[in-house]
């Protein structure tokens, strides 16, 4: 979507090994969320962002950190990988969180940890 | 847990509308109620959202009941490029007033 880029759009792992997603925009919006996207669960909330360095859990955190140290970038790593962390990741950005504002939402990446 | 509940799945002929239900029981009195689309091997989509009365855009109507506690997205005419998972969201106060989704339900378009 334009706007906000993942990287990279596919990914092979291997168990226990750290892995780092990137999420970047060029729409200077504050919000910043990463999602994951498992068959039968819809998108789960991993971790949210309200600003730089301004971070907070989702419903599904365990396991992953983030940071984001600019507007444009907000990062998520996987510590060290695991099987059950297989899965789509996307990456969304919001102007405000007042109701008139949305989501838009990347084309996602595809995480695979063998 | 997402707060609404939609059906898993529904299926309808090209060129016909579509109502896909959803159902918010526990929904305040500021909820807005926001719909999103999935595409195959994309991210969501916006389509609509409302609060009260009905709304309309290009892409669909939300009609929502009196009561708030349901609604329903109309799509007029369906094609094939609608063949989606649509999701009905509200936002969660657990987790900073953002988007918490649900399965969404999956809409097949048949030719």
């Known amino acids: 979507d334009a706007g906000i880029t993942q990287s990279p759009r596919h990914k092979v792992t291997e168990t226990g090994t750290p892995v780092t997603l990137r999420c970047h925009q060029t729409?200077?919006?504050?919000?910043m969320y990463w999602y994951r996207q498992d068959p039968g669960h819809g998108l789960r909330l991993i971790h949210y962002?309200?600003?730089?360095?301004?971070?907070d859990k989702g419903e599904v955190s365990d396991g992953y950190s983030v940071s984001r140290s600019k507007t444009e970038d907000f990062l998520l790593t996987l510590e060290s990988a695991t099987s059950s962390q297989t899965s789509v990741y996307f990456c969304?950005?919001?102007?405000?969180?007042?109701?008139?504002?949305?989501?838009?939402f990347g084309s996602g990446t595809r995480l695979t940890v063998v | 847990d997402a707060k609404t509940t939609q059906p898993n799945s529904m299926e309808s002929n090209e060129e016909e509308p579509v109502h896909l239900p959803c159902n918010h029981s526990?929904?305040?009195?500021?909820?807005?109620i926001h719909w999103y689309r999935q595409l195959p091997s994309q991210g969501p989509e916006y389509v609509i959202h409302?609060?009260?009365s009905n709304v309309n855009n290009r892409m669909a109507s939300l009609a929502i009941a009196e009561d708030r506690k349901s609604s329903t997205l109309i799509l007029h005419r369906a094609t094939l490029r609608d063949a989606a998972v649509y999701y009905c969201?509200?936002?969660?106060?657990?987790?900073?007033?953002?988007?918490?989704f649900g399965p969404g339900t999956r809409l097949s378009v048949l030719p």
């Open positions: 969304a950005i919001s102007e405000s969180l007042r109701e008139n504002y949305g989501y838009t």
């Open positions: 729409e200077n919006h504050r919000y």
């Open positions: 962002s309200y600003g730089v360095k301004d971070t």
């Open positions: 526990t929904i305040s009195g500021t909820d807005y």
């Open positions: 409302g609060l009260t």
């Open positions: 969201i509200l936002r969660d106060n657990n987790y900073g007033q953002n988007f918490v």
